[in-house]
């Protein structure tokens, strides 16, 4: 069975942006990216994405969190 | 049986003092973070503060019990998924009950086609989503998958730490990862692409 070089590659994005490919499979992922426009903008896109996400889910702690903590502390100083 | 010298005693006692005080401001330097996490595995803003007091408590009675050396910040996180699966907040649902994903390219595939492939190549196509709509997306997705994805892409775990967190195999951790991902790319096209 043949496979389409893109779904391998729409397969490996995971690990390629994780850097859990072995060096055998990173190159291969490489030099099919090298010539293909359509896989290059998708991984460029996941990238982008990615750190996206991670600003967009961040949230600050409380104001007044911090204080209810330090508060807990010696919890276990009479143990 | 000898008691000991009080002189040691003492020595000894302020030496633990010292030890659990370094430990708490380690503790609570590492704050920010577990309630970064600990914000996007619950749904509401009260919870994830109610979460990170009841484990900083348990930390804190259970210092003793933390090895020195060690990831301290797994080691929080693992109390508080703990916790937070005490808390019944998780009916466990079988992974097949949700629909198959579509695949990794969905959400870029979905953006060319409604704007063309050019589209990708801009660094805006994302800030076509707000922030609440990946709040909500992440949110969307089965727990079991949305702990593994909070914790590897916005609390910055590896997949050894998470796998530890959650008590469950590497290799779980990977397909959870996977799944939670292609998860969140799709709900994200449900929300943003017309
Ligand atoms: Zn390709």
Redesign the interface.
Known sequence: MTRDPCDKC??I??DYL?R?LTNEEWAEAESHLEGC??CR??Y???E???R???T???????PG??D???E??????T? | MSEPEPATEARRIAAEARDRQRFEEEALALADQVYRVARRLVGAREEAEDLVQETYARAFRSWRSFTPGTNMRAWLLRILTNLNVDRGRRIQRTPHSQPLEEGDYYLANKLAAAGGEEVLEQEQVVERMSQDSVVNALASIQPQFRDVVVLVDIGDFTYADAAQILDIPIGTVMSRLHRGRRALKQKLAEDTVP
């Open positions: 729409e397969e994005l995971q994780d859990t426009d359509y903008r998708r460029r896109f996941e982008t994405l990615r996206y996400v991670k967009s889910a961040a949230e600050r702690m409380p969190l911090m209810k903590l330090q807990l502390r010696g919890l276990d100083a143990a």
